[in-house]
């Protein structure tokens, strides 16, 4: 790209950067500093803004970034984190939302810890919530690294060093100063961006397909080098056993993590009842799906337009195919139309991490605060001193994000996603699961539960070739490769559940059916919900 080209783009972004930032500098003048007004905007918002900030929350970069890229490389086998991320909500619309909203107040540990002891959940609770955020972060972090890196013409680790640490400073400013109210609008100023640069990008590839998705999908798999097989499964995930687990994993993982990701959970907290909670999700699914649809047009117009060969010069996970077909569409990158429109969709993708990093460190600092910190002192903080330690968590967990980041720049961040959502399906949904539904469940049911599935998944993830043993490791230079999954999903998932089962019936302690009467009809009909 030319110099002008770049600076367009430099502008788009600071111009986004700027109404962001404008967003939370209004807000942090209108707030009062309650715990309530800092973790959920005072319940304020109607379904339809809460939907939009949902769908904001939950389509990330790697939606944008990842997944359009993994099609574009491997075809049909990229499809699979599109139909996942969908097929979620489904779990979510049915089992969660409602119930959710009405037994909580702030974060999981509270649906948690109102029929157990609470120091003990909350804190395991808590530790498992920053562990799937930090994870989530990562992806994001990648994400910009690559993104900005491609804009710069500059795909070097100076480059994308300066951008991860750029980005986890912004997303401590959104936190510290407009909680979630702040982050709400951002997220829908996103979503709505998001929404459009998606729309307009999938009708400029039909229109050169004339309309004819099946010339598309032709065209891309004759421009992929792999004939037929890529549009059938088993490029990526079928070319022996372990491969094909793999897969059976990784659908395991993102159609059941959503139902335990953080900052989507909290985000039912928002709305004032369990009946706006439940539409909000209504209005999430409506753009969610269509979102997801386009990004399959996405994925193999990039294959077709651009080909495989130059994404993967660009960006060996496929991170950049959907602003290099931005590109292509406007007329190819040494155009005017070319660099318009890539630097429009750059500062869409670039809006996108953002506004998703700053609602996940929301919920992460709001696990810190309100239920380890809040544990640790043994008693309830006060209010004002648990919002001032959320803010001070923010900035810690930025760091290690932004660390981590930095060593995971090459991997795809829509696999980087699985991974959370991995741990989040392994840690968060049996302990959420057995508390709504199961009678006889314990304290020592929960806790083992959590770590039950957090510790697997976490040390099956280290044992990974994701971090050690092959070219596309972390560590390719060493190898402690004993675990030859990428997503521990198969195994932790099970594992979790079966913990939660094995510590309620070793444990002495007799299940309180008052507690347990209380929580199912509050979280039934709402009645004594906050």
């Known amino acids: 790209m030319t110099t002008e080209h770049q600076t367009l783009a430099l502008i788009l972004f600071s111009l986004f950067i700027a109404v962001t930032l404008g967003i939370t500098t209004w807000v942090s003048r209108n707030r009062h500093g309650s715990a309530e007004e800092f973790y959920v905007g005072g319940r304020l918002f109607s379904p339809m803004e809460n939907g939009f900030a949902i769908a904001g929350d939950y389509m990330s970069a ?15 086998d990229g499809l ?11 779990l979510v619309l049915f089992l969660v939302a ?30 498992s919530s920053v562990t799937v955020s930090v994870l989530y972060l990562v992806a994001q972090m990648v994400g910009a690294g690559s993104l900005v890196g491609l804009l710069l013409g500059d795909s070097g680790t100076a480059a994308r060093t300066l951008t991860v640490i750029g980005v986890g400073a912004l997303m401590v400013v959104y936190v510290s100063f407009g909680g979630m109210r702040a982050t709400t609008w951002i997220q829908i100023v996103k979503a709505v961006l998001l929404m459009g640069g998606a729309v307009t990008l999938t009708v400029l590839v039909l229109l050169r397909f004339h309309g004819d998705f099946g010339q598309l999908l032709t065209s891309a798999a004759e421009r992929s080098g792999h004939g037929r097989r890529f549009l059938s499964p088993g490029l990526k995930y079928g070319a022996d056993w372990t491969s094909r687990f793999d897969f059976m994993s990784l659908g395991l993982a993102l159609v059941l993590g959503t139902a335990g990701l953080p900052h989507i959970l909290s985000r039912f907290y928002t709305v004032p009842t369990a009946r706006a909670a439940r539409r909000s999700v209504v209005w999430a699914i409506a753009l969610i799906g269509g979102f997801y649809l386009m990004t399959i047009v996405l994925g193999f117009g990039a294959a077709a337009l651009v080909g495989p060969d130059e994404v993967r010069a660009s960006n060996a996970s496929g991170n950049t195919a959907v602003p290099l077909l931005a590109a292509f569409l406007g007329g190819g ?18 809006a996108t991490i953002l506004a998703v990093v700053a609602g996940i460190t929301l919920a992460s600092s709001a696990s810190v605060a309100h239920d ?18 959320a803010r ?8 290690v994000a932004i660390a981590l980041g930095l060593l995971a720049q090459d991997l795809n961040v829509a696999f980087l996603v699985g991974l959370a959502f991995a741990v989040a399906a392994s840690a968060n949904l049996p302990v959420l699961l057995y508390s709504l539904f199961w009678r006889a469940f314990t304290t020592r049911g929960a ?17 990974s070739p994701v971090v050690s043993g092959s070219p596309e490791s972390l560590f390719p230079g060493v190898s402690f490769q004993f675990f030859p999954l990428q997503n521990p999903g198969l195994v932790s998932i099970p594992l979790g559940f079966l913990a939660g089962w094995m510590g309620t019936v070793t444990s002495a302690e ?12 509050r979280a039934l009909t709402g009645a004594g919900a906050v």
Not at 372 to 389: D, G, I, N, P
Not at 510 to 521: G, I, L, M, N, S
């Open 372 to 389: 380890l910190y809040a544990s640790l002192k043994r008693r309830h903080a006060r209010q004002r001193s648990e919002v001032a330690v």
């Open 80 to 90: 699979l984190y599109s139909v996942g991320f969908l097929v979620a909500w489904l």
């Open 62 to 76: 790697a939606s944008f970034l990842g997944i359009s890229g993994l099609i574009a490389l491997f075809g049909y």
């Open 510 to 521: 007799e299940p309180d059916e008052t507690k347990y009467a209380e929580t199912e009809v």
């Open 333 to 350: 990158a040494e155009s005017t139309g070319g660099a318009v429109l890539f630097a429009i969709v750059a500062a869409i993708a670039f």
């Open 447 to 463: 806790v083992w539960s959590v770590y039950g599935g957090l510790v697997p998944a976490v040390v099956l993830v280290l044992l």
């Open 98 to 127: 409602e119930l959710v909203r009405n037994c909580g107040r702030f974060t999981l540990a509270d649906v948690v810890a109102a029929r157990m002891s609470e120091r003990p959940v909350r804190i395991a609770a808590g530790a």
């Open 392 to 399: 001070v968590a923010a900035v810690g967990i930025g760091a």
